[in-house]
């Protein structure tokens, strides 16, 4: 099965801050990747598709990069709204596993 | 507007078996794979199972292979998770969820609120 693995856990960055978190595929997966934002006691969001395509409505400070085994979701200037937490899921195969999840927390 | 609401969640014991329902509404049904996924308490998300536009392809996490069935009613705009032999690692919010095609092989566009599975005895 295709793991994925994700840094950091926990990021800590003030409004403003341009920030970037990283997925990392243990076999390629072509650009067959997703990104979600989590909040407590809400659904998950999808915010990113096939590795680099926003999902409509999602504010375009959000961008997504990579093929193969590399990937990174970016928020260029991040906004209060934006304090949550992040999963990479790959759909490539069987198995669609998720990355463990990266915290962003306020500093 | 896409809407999924879960239902079925509730406090069983362990080895007993337990059936998710999730009624979908806003969208014709049947032109999309649907999936299971739970986040246990204090975890990061878990895809359980997926399955295709008409039932012909499944799939399921190495965690609950063998226990668990996915299934789906199109006359009824259901996706059904029948779950069996629990033990307290299943103790978790199982949401369900949309696929952004009727195939099987693509990432999840829509997301229901959850249903809390708790097993103990």
């Known amino acids: 099965d295709i793991q994925m693995t994700q840094s950091p856990s926990t990021l800590s960055a003030s409004v403003g801050d341009r920030v970037t978190i990283t997925c990392r595929a243990s076999?390629?997966?072509?650009?067959?990747l997703a990104w979600y934002q989590h909040k407590p006691g809400k659904a998950p969001k999808l915010l990113i598709y096939?590795?680099?395509s926003l999902e409509r409505g999602v504010p375009s400070r959000f961008s997504g990069s990579g093929s193969g085994t590399e990937f990174s979701l970016t928020i260029s200037s991040l906004q209060p709204d934006d304090f949550a937490t992040y999963y990479c899921?790959?759909?490539?195969?069987?198995?669609?596993?998720f990355g463990q999840g990266t915290k962003v927390e306020i500093k | 507007e896409v809407q999924l609401v879960e239902s079925g969640g509730g406090l069983v014991q362990p080895g007993r078996s337990l059936r998710l329902s999730c009624a979908a509404s806003?969208?014709?049904?049947?032109?999309?794979?649907m999936h299971w996924v739970r986040q246990a308490p204090g975890k990061g998300l878990e895809w359980v199972s997926g399955?295709?536009?008409?039932?012909?392809?499944?799939g399921y996490a190495d965690s609950v292979r063998g226990r668990f069935t996915i299934s789906r009613d199109n006359a009824k705009n259901s996706l059904f998770l029948q779950m069996d032999s629990l033990t307290a690692e299943d103790t978790a919010l199982y949401y369900c969820a949309r696929g952004g095609s009727s195939s099987y092989f693509y990432y999840i566009d829509n997301w229901g609120q959850g249903s809390l599975v708790t097993v103990s005895s």
């Open positions: 096939k590795a680099s």
């Open positions: 806003g969208f014709i049904f049947d032109n999309y794979a």
């Open positions: 399955i295709s536009w008409n039932g012909g392809s499944a």
């Open positions: 076999q390629s997966i072509n650009t067959w």
């Open positions: 899921q790959q759909y490539n195969s069987q198995s669609r596993a």
